[in-house]
């Protein structure tokens, strides 16, 4: 307290005398972070201290912990900020065991004044540790979301950015036996310069999102490992183990499955062992999740883990996982809580979710846009669940911005020394709907580059998007000749669409020609994907709104009812192709339509249940024919929270392309994607 009061006295008399110079700048202080220690793997596997629970915060919208008023003068040190004293102190800032937030927990869901909150909150938490001797002890963070700048006992300890994947930090010689305290300063803004960019369609949760746990490991630990079957025919499995605090020359033990399969080494100058094993164990697949244990020692370190062995590759236009082609029947799922709303973690969480693709008679799940918690592609290794795992790499980002891409690369090594012993997870998403400039083309190849070095046993994938510009354009003539065509199109109507082809195909004198009309309406519908970061990635993915969003661009440049350009698009929809330009797997990442729940009216009628069904039925259709399909992922599994959908009583800031509602209450298109994905299959996807 006395350093905040002196802080306070001495701002009050720069204050006095700048104000007389006019306003000074704020000091924006750079306080300097130890680096972070390796990320430590499976630290829910190990045993540890969870620091769930309620954490003391302070509120922080003027950032007065972060920023000074006064140059030279330092913030308000929170850090060391101590309980607020009933005596004759000024003190102005306190933690305060009456004022907690949940951790894990987005802030936004546990307090209406954070709901739409973006900035600063100080969490700290205080924990009384037992003496302990030479053991290493680790801080791990699941996720915080989205930067996060750590301090024990008032000593610097950490900073992370990016809100989706782990991290680890080495606090050994910060914790003391007795009374401790973990101050974190967790900020959730967006930048243009950060990943995710500001402008997306989801809610900007902040917070202490995924679980924290302290875990006590030997001097010389097992930090990580990576499983994989390297050939299939004869089942041989390599496991890479990498100790911390080793060197050469220190012993290390696997034992696979059953006990017998046991496979010893030791560690190279890296501290890495490289091991082989024959196996004659099972593969995993979605009909057989078979999943084996593994346990790991070395010295006095032991860890254990589930491993499920498998093969995934692309051979020519085809997926295959354990050598055979696999079609993927998935939805796309934001990181939502059936149960409470807001951020989902944990197992219950991911459970409730995983249950929902099952029930589609799904066998595959689009994780998007970013990387959901580890309980989530553990849960889908248990039940046999196809995952694609996403960056936040979305929309417009910097691209030329060198800080950028590090953060895109720092969080692209997280998400897959997370994940990549999850036999689940069969595809990695470097980005999504970005535009097809030169700068972008750049940032992405590095990307793929970096993945690749780290893992190049999984494809890459990245869900693109098309133009709608031309597309708009062909619909709005097709659409034009079609209305002429119908009996009950009205006199001005009628005057209205003609002058429209004859402008746009400047043919006044044939306007009338019901040839013309005709061959118009039957101009066949067609988009290629043609997008140079195909080069790049292995599989295609392609999101595309057709019959959604181009409907109301259509009416506007046709000056009809938007209701008639619906029901004929309708009609189009099936017969639209889709293809794209290279010979490689294609998958449609995303399609949707709006439905309020519980809102049932013509199949014409958008925001109807009715019509969403409707828009299913046909878009399936057109999806079974689409060459070298190899899976579909519609979007999206439950309506989610995204602030920049504010239409009053059917959107309320949530987007409503859900197949089930917030509360998990099934929309009629349910039904009809676990049709498409029965064996039945009336939409030969899958052929
Ligand atoms: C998209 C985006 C997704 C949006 C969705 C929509 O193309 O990838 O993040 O939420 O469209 O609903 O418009």
């Known amino acids: 307290m006395a350093t905040n009061r002196r802080q306070l006295l001495a701002g009050a008399a720069i204050g006095v005398a700048s104000s007389l110079l006019g306003a000074p700048a704020r000091a924006q202080v750079v306080r300097v972070f130890p680096p972070l220690a390796p990320a430590l793997q499976n630290a829910g596997g190990r045993q540890s201290r969870l620091l769930n629970g309620a954490w003391e915060v302070i509120v922080d919208p003027m950032k007065v912990g972060a920023i000074s008023p006064f140059e030279g003068f330092p913030p308000v040190a929170f850090e060391n900020a101590t309980p607020w004293r009933d005596d004759l102190v000024l003190q102005e800032?306190?933690?305060?065991?009456?004022?907690?937030?949940?951790?894990?927990?987005?802030?936004?869901?546990?307090?209406?004044?954070?709901?739409?909150?973006?900035?600063?909150?100080?969490?700290?938490?205080?924990?009384?540790?037992?003496?302990?001797?030479?053991?290493?002890?680790?801080?791990?963070?699941?996720?915080?979301?989205?930067?996060?700048?750590?301090?024990?006992?008032?000593?610097?300890?950490?900073?992370?950015?990016?809100?989706?994947?782990?991290?680890?930090?080495?606090?050994?010689t910060l914790v003391k036996a007795g009374d401790n305290v973990i101050t974190v300063r967790v900020n959730n803004e967006l930048t243009p310069q950060t990943v995710p960019t500001r402008f997306t369609d989801w809610h900007n949760y902040g917070g202490i999102t995924r679980a924290v746990r302290l875990i006590e490991v030997p001097q010389i630990h097992i930090r990580s490992w990576c499983v994989?079957?390297?050939?299939?025919?004869?089942?041989?499995?390599?496991?890479?183990?990498?100790?911390?605090?080793?060197?050469?020359?220190?012993?290390?033990?696997?034992t696979l499955g059953k006990s017998d399969q046991t496979v010893s080494g030791q560690t190279d100058q890296t501290g890495t062992a490289r091991l082989t094993l024959r196996t004659r164990l099972g593969l995993w697949s979605p009909d057989s999740p078979e999943l084996h244990e593994i346990v790991i020692e070395a010295g006095d370190d032991t860890v254990r883990d589930r491993i499920g062995l498998r093969t995934i590759e692309v051979s020519g236009a085809q997926v295959l996982l354990n050598g055979k082609p696999i079609f993927l029947k998935g939805i796309s799922a934001h990181e939502e809580s059936l149960a409470r709303g807001g951020r989902s973690f944990g197992f219950d969480d991911a459970r409730q979710t995983l249950a929902l693709v099952k029930a589609l008679n799904g066998n595959f799940i689009r994780l998007a846009h970013y990387p959901h918690d580890e309980a989530t592609t553990r849960l889908a290794d248990e039940m046999g669940i196809l995952v694609w795992a996403e960056l936040p790499v979305y929309w417009g980002i910097a691209w030329e911005n060198p800080g950028t891409l590090h953060s895109a690369k720092a969080q692209a090594r997280e998400m897959v020394e997370r994940d990549r012993n999850r036999a689940s997870v069969v595809l990695w998403s470097i980005a999504n709907e970005t535009p097809k400039t030169p700068a972008r083309l750049a940032f992405l190849a590095e990307l793929a580059q970096t993945i690749r070095s780290l893992d190049n046993t999984r494809p890459l994938t990245a869900a693109l998007f098309g133009d709608p510009r031309g597309f708009v354009g062909r619909l709005a003539r097709v659409v034009a000749a079609r209305r002429l065509q119908e009996s009950d199109a009205s006199q001005s109507e009628k005057a209205q669409l003609s002058r429209f082809l004859a402008r746009v195909l400047n043919k006044p004198e044939l306007i009338n020609d019901p040839a013309v009309i005709s061959q118009q309406a039957s101009m066949p519908l067609e988009i290629v994907v043609d997008d140079p970061l195909g080069d790049v990635i292995d599989v295609i993915g392609f999101n595309q709104y057709l019959g959604w969003y181009y409907e109301a661009p259509v009416a506007r440049a046709l000056g009809i009812d938007e209701a008639v350009v619906r029901r004929l698009s309708l009609d189009l929809l099936p017969a639209i192709t889709i293809r794209a330009k290279l010979a490689k797997p294609v998958m449609i990442s995303e399609f949707g339509a709006d439905a309020k729940s519980g809102v049932r009216g013509p199949k014409t009628q958008v925001f109807s249940e009715d019509f969403q069904a409707e828009y299913y039925r046909r878009q399936l259709t057109m999806i079974g024919k689409i060459p070298n399909l190899v899976g579909v992922s519609p979007w999206v599994l439950k309506d989610f929270r995204a602030p920049r959908r504010s239409l009053p009583r059917l959107q309320e800031f949530w987007n409503r392309k859900g197949l089930v509602d917030e509360t998990g209450r099934r929309k009629l298109a349910f039904e009809v994607l676990a049709t498409a994905y029965s064996p039945d299959d009336p939409y030969s996807l899958a052929t």
Do not use: C, M
């Open 228 to 254: 994989r079957l390297t050939n299939l025919v004869r089942r041989d499995v390599q496991i890479d183990v990498v100790l911390a605090g080793g060197g050469a020359g220190i012993g290390v033990r696997v």
């Open 93 to 172: 800032w306190a933690f305060d065991p009456g004022v907690t937030l949940r951790v894990p927990g987005d802030w936004n869901t546990q307090s209406e004044r954070l709901f739409f909150y973006e900035g600063d909150v100080w969490y700290a938490h205080k924990l009384t540790l037992a003496p302990v001797v030479e053991k290493r002890q680790l801080l791990v963070f699941e996720a915080v979301a989205n930067l996060a700048e750590i301090w024990v006992n008032g000593l610097p300890a950490g900073r992370h950015e990016g809100g989706f994947t782990p991290f680890t930090l080495d606090v050994t």
